[in-house]
Structure formats: structure tokens, C-alpha cells
């Protein structure tokens, strides 16, 4: 069974930018979620999605944004780039849909805002 | 809000040394509670799991036991190789969905 897909892998843009990265979950597995990892912020949860909606969302600003498709991969965009930004962005996706289950996450897109 | 607190590191041991990796947490009810591992270059992997009060987790000589009395859960192994190298990450989820939050990790580093 295949694991849980990111692409890019890495990514390099500027100020101002903007960018989308793609998640494609386990087979099977309807809910994804998206983290961001930095030095020192360490890891956030960003947003969640189940069945094409959004039922999470982290304490970021609107420049962050995401959508899932009805085969559950998902993408999230991040506009107007800021050097803050920079960070390894890890998918995960889950089975169940509650309740302590186990989320199985992806390599991450390793963004540099430069 | 819910939160994680993990001692700081990094944390150095010989090899065959114990190991123990701290871990508090602050929540209300009755979160689940979780050890994620991340090697060099990779995301995370779950290395075990309690979803409630005294459960015990375990896997790969790793152990943790959910203390709901002092709000832990501490990361124990007894005797520690050079291949367990990584970062650890203890997290909760409230269970209301699939929303982690994490501690700040903790470096282990293994010498031979």
C-alpha cells in the first residue's frame, strides 16, 4: 500500500509569490490534515479537511487556504508570500474520522521563501 | 487551549543506555495521547499510542504509560541503539477530530 504523497518535495520562490502544494492520502483514507514545521514554531496544525470539507482549521492567516477533491488529495496555497513562511509542510491522512486514530504523514514540501 | 510540554534537548546516551523522554500535557476531558519519531530528511511516523487513563503503549522496545493523576507521558526505552538517532514528538488529540497538537520535540542522539 502506497504511503502518503507530497509534491513538490522543494520548493524555492520569493517574496510575494505564491504556491501550492499537493497531498495525495492513502488509499482509502478520507480526512487530511496539514501541518507546518519551523525551527521556532515548531510543529502547527494548519487545517483539516474530511470529504471535501474543511472541519479544522489552525490559527493562521487567511493567506493559507486549502481544498480536497472527491478522490480526497488534497492541495493547500499559501498567497502573498513572506519570508516567515519557510517551513516543511507535512500532509497526514487518517482513516477514521474522530477519536484518537492514527495519521500516517507524508516526506513534506520543504519551502524556501527567500 | 490544549497544549504539550517535552523536555528540551538535545539528549545524549550511550549506547544500551536508558532512556526516558519527558512529556506533560494540558487538556480538557479525555485527550489521546502519542509518540510521533522523525528521522533526518523524513515526516513523521507514529511510534506508539494510549487512548485512555493507564493504557500503555509500546512498540520497538519504546514505552509509555497515559498518567491522568500528573497529566503525563513519559517516553521510555530500556536500552537504546544508535538507529533510534531522531526526534521525538509527543502530541494529543482532543478527540473531537484529527487535530494534533504537538510538543516541541526532543533530539535524542545515540553514541557507539
Known amino acids: 500500500k502506497a504511503g502518503v504523497t507530497q509534491t513538490p518535495r522543494y520548493l524555492i520562490k520569493t517574496r510575494g509569490q505564491q504556491v501550492t502544494l499537493s497531498c495525495s492520502p492513502i488509499s482509502g483514507h478520507r480526512s487530511v490534515s496539514w501541518y507546518q514545521q519551523t525551527p521556532g514554531q515548531g510543529l502547527q496544525f494548519l487545517f483539516e479537511y474530511f470529504s471535501e470539507t474543511q472541519r479544522n482549521k489552525g490559527n493562521f492567516p487567511g493567506r493559507f487556504s486549502g481544498r480536497q477533491f472527491s478522490n480526497s488529495r488534497s492541495e493547500m496555497n499559501v498567497s502573498t508570500l513572506e519570508l516567515g513562511d519557510s517551513a516543511l509542510y507535512l500532509c497526514?491522512?487518517?482513516?477514521?474520522?474522530?477519536?484518537?486514530?492514527?495519521?500516517?504523514f507524508g516526506p513534506g514540501t520543504r519551502l524556501t521563501v527567500l | 487551549g490544549d497544549s504539550v510540554t517535552q523536555m528540551e534537548g538535545p539528549v545524549t546516551l550511550s549506547e544500551e543506555a536508558f532512556l526516558t523522554i519527558n512529556c506533560t500535557y494540558t487538556?480538557?476531558?479525555?485527550?489521546?495521547l502519542f509518540w510521533y519519531v522523525q528521522y533526518p530528511g523524513e515526516g513523521l511516523q507514529l511510534l506508539l499510542k494510549a487512548t485512555k487513563a493507564d493504557d500503555k503503549g509500546s512498540n520497538k522496545g519504546f514505552e509509555a504509560t497515559y498518567r491522568k493523576e500528573t497529566t503525563s507521558f513519559h517516553l521510555e526505552k530500556g536500552s537504546v541503539q544508535v538507529s533510534d538517532s531522531a526526534v521525538y514528538f509527543c502530541a494529543l488529540s482532543d478527540n473531537a477530530g484529527n487535530m494534533l497538537t504537538f510538543g516541541g520535540g526532543t533530539r535524542l542522539m545515540v553514541k557507539p
Open positions: 497526514a491522512s487518517s482513516l477514521a474520522t474522530s477519536g484518537g486514530p492514527e495519521q500516517f
Open positions: 487538556a480538557t476531558g479525555y485527550p489521546s
